[in-house]
């Protein structure tokens, strides 16, 4: 499905707002939209909601053996899906470029920046290791998917617990959250990408674009930057020319806005660890806004089943009656691939027998005509079924079934001959 | 022959009949939520319990033209997992979702334009073919779809005892001996799609589906509430 195409009437006039120094959303320059963190039910899951676009992050995580070159280190597996829900140009199971730059900015961000102890990951050097893996799903687009993975992707990190493991000799036992407690990932610190959009060939400058915005700006400026203000990636796109002023305001615009969102996310942390010690409800289904109308909720229902059984017994007894079934499987032959009774490729092959027989037969039965001048049928099947009887000699079944055919050619012969 | 089928069928009869009579049938709490994203036609959140799942449409649209079909929309459901990529798993989750689809959608009325449904899980605690149904139903809702009739989904299961549990958990299935999921239209209460797994006899399925039939009715009715709450003036 292609996406909307902006007109030009609409970009027009988004630029000439953002030379006005306005937004569409009636926000300042630096403002970011409003962020909310929210939880899953079990550890990992995370939604980032940044204004109306909203992503969801999982973190799993499995036992693998290390890469050769690192054989005491854990991997980090990072995935980000464009899911077609988030926006209609999106395919589905395709990498596209906005996809690839998306991932590959994200890996920057949270790989190559350190923030994760791998080696801790590390359950037995050279043969068992961790390996945390991060989705990514995009649930709506509205501008700046990169700073909502980031947060939704590191706070999932934080949020993550991974069962304990016990090493016996070359034994790994993994325990069940129920035996040991899962065991959090050690986090050096929180790497927070922030986008700024530029405009007019750079003279104007964005916070957080939202989706109209992020299609008629001219270039994209990414840095990934942590709360003790170390500036983990920077990337510049859309083939636009900076100053090195700009930059330098940016990462100064940075630092203020990851501070920020550094603390909130470590408030929705600490809301959800309090939530969880409480053993109060936590997660998707308690997160879900109850004073919205569009939104419903009903308690635990009980169903009358009273009359199921009844109803259920009368159309059993109004249905027809199922058709005879074979009660066990015939095997014909010990050792014969076949179930049931007739395998069609044997009787093609002793139908062609048959004829050959029936060849053989016709001959006799002229002779035999001969000889008592239209005798009985009957004698002659009989005598029939012996020779059969003879031709297979190792089944029952398949000889009664022969059996059975050369009555029908006995009487087929018996045929011909009246015809005669 | 005969003798001996009728003899093996009436002692099955009677135990069902012993064994039914002890199970307690409940749905957990399920709630919903519409039009919560900016970007799809429709949308909607179903949560069942733990379980829960988010459906986005998109449609009528423009259609490719290898999937276009001259007379009716075509529809195209995608169920997204929540970790790792689609596998077999949801390949035949989307087919059971989309034969439904299809069944009440009145497709006819936009002929070559494409219907897009995607579902994301976000949470698998037990029935979740159902809560994908069901979240379908209220995402297609709230795009204004034209359909015949409403659908919803009922999950059954057997345990080792017998029993039947509607609306299982995660745990409950696992320790199941069936599990059945039906598709049930409003108008009717007939049965549109079935999908099951394990062994059980006829009469068993007649009572699972009798039980769904009854549960659909609670469901039906909270999709009356949730849609007379959304229209009306006083929340």
Redesign the interface.
Known sequence: ??DTPLSNCERDFLLKAIEEKKRLDGRQTYDYRRIKITF???YG?CFVDLG?T?V?A?V?CELVAPKENRPNEGIMFFNI?L??????AFE??RQSELSVKLNRQLERCLRNSKCIDTESLCVVSGKTVWQI?V?V?M????GNLMDASSIAAITALCHFRRPDVGIQGEEVTVYSPEERDPIPLSIYHMPISVSFSFFQQGTYLLVDPCEREERVMDGLLMIAMNKHREICSIQSSGGIMLLKEQVMRCSKIASVKVSEITELISEALQNDKAARKAGGRC???ES??QE??????????????T???E???D??QR?EA?P?TV?SPVVPVPGVGQVGQQNTWGLEEEEEEDEEQEETRMEEDQDEDEESGGGDVVEISDSEEEEVVVLHPETTGKAKNTGSSSHQQAAAASQKRQKK | ??S??CDTASPR?SS??EV??A??????????????????DG?S?F?Q??T?V?A?V??P??VKVSKEIYDRATLEV?V?P?????SVRERSQEQCVRETCEASLLLSLHPRS?L?L?L?V??D?GSLLSCCLNAACMALMDAGLPMSCLFCGVTCAINTEGE?I?DPTAAQEKESRALMTFAIDSTERRVMMSSTKGSFS??EL??C???SQ??SE?IFQ?YR??VK??Y?KT?
């Open positions: 499905m292609k899953g039910t079990d899951c109306k909203r969801m999982q799993s899906e899911s077609p829900m988030a926006s209609p589905q199971g893996r989705d799903h649930l709506n687009n509205d997660g998707f289904a879900m806004p919205r109308i569009t939104a419903l909720k009903t308690d635990e229902t009980p169903v009358e089943t009359d199921a059984t109803r259920a017994n159309i059993v249905a199922p005879q009660p | 022959m005969t001996s089928a009869c069902m009949m039914c009579e199970s307690s049938v409940s749905l957990r709490e399920f709630g919903c939520e519409q039009s919560l994203l900016s970007r799809p949308s959140s949560v319990g733990d829960s988010m986005g998109y449609g649209a423009e995608l997204q929540k970790v790792g990529l689609p494409a897009t995607v994301q976000l949470h605690d039947i509607t006829v009469h007649q009572q589906i009798a039980v009854e549960a609670k909270f509430d949730s709450r959304r009306s929340p």
